[in-house]
């Protein structure tokens, strides 16, 4: 069990393009969280993926923020035309699969930086 | 709606004191998860403990220990005798849980935190 790993750790870009980040969640978890987290606050959540399917959506995350996780394991998080409020941690979580339990263990974050 | 408050934004302590982290929470729900995480410097949220809402039964794990009164919608967390590696941003976060007709209980998956607190141990 290696735990929930995110890529890149930070990423610095220019307003108006597009990053994609992403998830690989502990093996056999298959339930998988992004959140937001800015400086100061708590982590907000984003969207829920349980296997492929995504199941739940923030009323946070606007249409250019798009999520997938195509085969069930990795996840990737993409942001169109960023812009400079887009700057946050984006965390991603797993859990497994009911009913072995609920608790969401989280990766180390993408700290990413729009100028 | 649920709702998180940890109304202490910073704590200091020396090393060695006890300290106690204050979480009130708020949900319509009558059942539902209560977290603490530890997020120290490096940013990684460390789960702590996780309470369903039928056991309000006190916790405790080494130097760390849970009081949940839902009397009070109360969660706190006390450390005892406090070490600097402690010193680390708390989060206290609730989770809702909904139980379908068919008695099949489903757990919401939008995780609500509180705003922290950060807890610094001096030596």
């Known amino acids: 069990d290696t735990g929930v790993s995110q890529n890149p750790r930070h990423k610095i870009t220019k307003r108006g393009q597009n990053v994609t980040f992403r998830c690989d969640p502990i093996?056999?978890?298959?339930?998988l969280y992004w959140y937001r987290q800015t400086l100061g606050q708590g982590p907000e959540f984003l969207t829920y993926?349980?296997?492929?399917?995504?199941?739940?959506k923030s009323r946070l995350l606007s249409d250019r923020f798009s999520a997938e996780r195509p085969k069930g394991s990795f996840s990737t998080l993409e942001i169109q035309r960023t812009e400079q409020g887009d700057s946050a941690m984006y965390l991603c979580?797993?859990?497994?699969?009911?009913?072995?339990?609920?608790?969401?263990?989280f990766g180390p974050g993408t700290r990413l930086t729009v100028l | 709606a649920q709702k998180v408050t940890q109304a202490q934004t910073e704590i200091s302590v020396v090393e060695k004191e006890d300290v106690t982290l204050d979480c009130v929470y708020e949900t319509r729900d009558t059942t539902y998860y209560l977290f603490w995480y530890k997020q120290p410097p490096s940013g990684e949220l460390v789960f702590l403990i996780r309470r369903n809402s039928f056991d309000e039964q006190n916790e405790i794990s080494g130097r760390y220990s849970w009081n949940f009164q839902k009397s009070t919608s109360s969660f706190n967390f006390t450390i005892t005798a406090s070490q600097v590696v402690d010193s680390a941003v708390y989060f206290c976060?609730?989770?809702?849980?909904?139980?379908?007709?068919?008695?099949?209980?489903?757990?919401?998956?939008?995780?609500?935190f509180g705003a922290g607190t950060r807890l610094t141990v001096k030596p």
């Open positions: 976060a609730l989770s809702e849980s909904t139980i379908r007709s068919d008695n099949d209980m489903r757990l919401t998956n939008d995780m609500r």
């Open positions: 093996s056999e978890h298959n339930r």
């Open positions: 979580a797993s859990s497994p699969p009911f009913p072995r339990g609920d608790t969401q263990y």
């Open positions: 993926f349980q296997n492929e399917a995504q199941l739940e």
